[in-house]
């Protein structure tokens, strides 16, 4: 069987990017898979919430999770990034990942309510506004408010509270959030600002 030239080519591109070759994951040592192609270490959503759960809620996260929803990350992004590590982990399969999504997020916005820090679903939400004027721009951000207030109330209908266990919500009412990261730091007086004397 011979070998086309764009067959060698293909291969000699996939090789100098550093990219996988077609099948290469069945030449991998079976006595050294990956994790995630080993048994998952849960099974069961509600241990794996509760994993999820106390991964959040780790004094070293929360501040980086609230900083990140404060800086405007969706909460859709940072739930698809803890689960997606979750699963290079080998901690749960693809199925149970997608089941821990609708979970993930309602940590992370009850998080961030608790911490009076106003959350977006989607990072891109905000980017795609454009400058007008005057009176379009007043109608423009009464049109907004006014969606966004609907999405948002459509978004938190959607999610069932029941998905969360109770033994979440009751540690999420107890947490005790550091003070000073959420305080908005003091900026000094201007010059330009202080009266004459």
Do not use: C, H, R
Not at 10 to 22: C, D, E, I, M, R
Not at 135 to 164: F, R, V, Y
Not at 183 to 191: N, T
Request: charged share 25%.
């Amino acid at each position: 069987m011979a070998v086309s030239e764009k067959a060698i080519e293909f291969l000699g591109n996939s090789l100098a990017t550093g990219k996988s070759v077609p099948g290469q994951s069945l030449t991998n040592d079976p006595k050294q898979p990956y994790k995630w192609e080993q048994p998952p270490e849960f099974v069961n959503t509600k241990e794996a919430s509760l994993y999820v759960f106390n991964v959040l809620t780790t004094p070293e996260t929360v501040p980086n999770l609230l900083e990140s929803v404060s800086n405007g990350v969706g909460v859709i992004d940072l739930a698809s990034i803890i689960l997606y590590s979750g699963f290079l982990e080998g901690k749960w399969n693809p199925d149970l990942m997608s089941l821990l999504m609708e979970p993930t997020m309602y940590m992370i916005m009850a998080l961030a309510e608790k911490a009076e820090i106003d959350y977006v679903l989607e990072s891109n939400e905000e980017l795609n506004k454009q400058p007008t004027d005057g009176k379009e721009n007043l109608q423009i951000l009464n049109m907004g408010n006014n969606a966004l207030k609907e999405i948002k109330n459509a978004s938190i209908n959607k999610i069932n509270p029941q998905t969360i266990p109770v033994e979440i919500k009751q540690q999420i009412e107890q947490i005790e959030l550091p003070k000073g990261l959420l305080e908005k730091q003091k900026q000094p007086d201007s010059l330009l600002s202080k009266e004459d004397k």
